[in-house]
């Protein structure tokens, strides 16, 4: 799979460009993306798997606070890109995300952890289809 998806959150939006030039500084290249204000409902469908976690009305909120960037991220040559881009992201909490990682250079805390990224090819294609037209990102989802 070399196509994944990224979300950054409303905490970080102020760092978008540095955040993008990081991505790209990785190798990866963004496709498409757009900025959205996410109502609620979005947020609740968008993350259904964890709807019954304690943090989840929280999550939600924080979500809602002002626009995301959505962004579509490409590897030409990749084979792994979900997980490649996880890597850099860094661990879910920014306190426990090693130096250099998204997350521990622009995250807050575990609610406002700066930028999501799809955990595996299924929640990739998931979630690209969730956001993204087959026009907008410029392949056939259903190829993959
Ligand atoms: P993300 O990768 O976007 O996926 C779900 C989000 O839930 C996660 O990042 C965190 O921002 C948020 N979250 C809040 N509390 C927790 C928690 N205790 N464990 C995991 N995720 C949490």
Do not use: W
Request: net charge negative.
């Amino acid at each position: 799979m070399n196509l994944t998806f990224s979300l950054i959150k409303p905490g970080a939006m102020q760092h978008c460009e540095e955040i993008l030039m990081a991505i790209k500084a990785e190798g990866f290249s963004i496709i498409a993306m757009k900025t959205q204000h996410l109502t609620f409902s979005q947020v609740e469908i968008f993350y259904k798997e964890h709807r019954d976690k304690s943090f989840f009305h929280e999550m939600c909120e924080g979500l809602t606070q002002g626009p995301v960037l959505l962004v579509v991220i490409h590897e030409k040559k990749g084979i792994e890109t979900p997980l490649r881009f996880r890597t850099l992201l860094g661990a879910t909490n920014p306190k426990e995300a090693l130096p250099g990682t998204l997350r521990a250079r622009f995250g807050v805390d575990i609610n406002s952890n700066a930028v999501h990224g799809s955990d595996s090819k299924i929640s990739a294609i998931r979630e690209l289809s969730f956001f993204f037209s087959g026009i907008e990102i410029g392949f056939d989802i259903t190829d993959y």
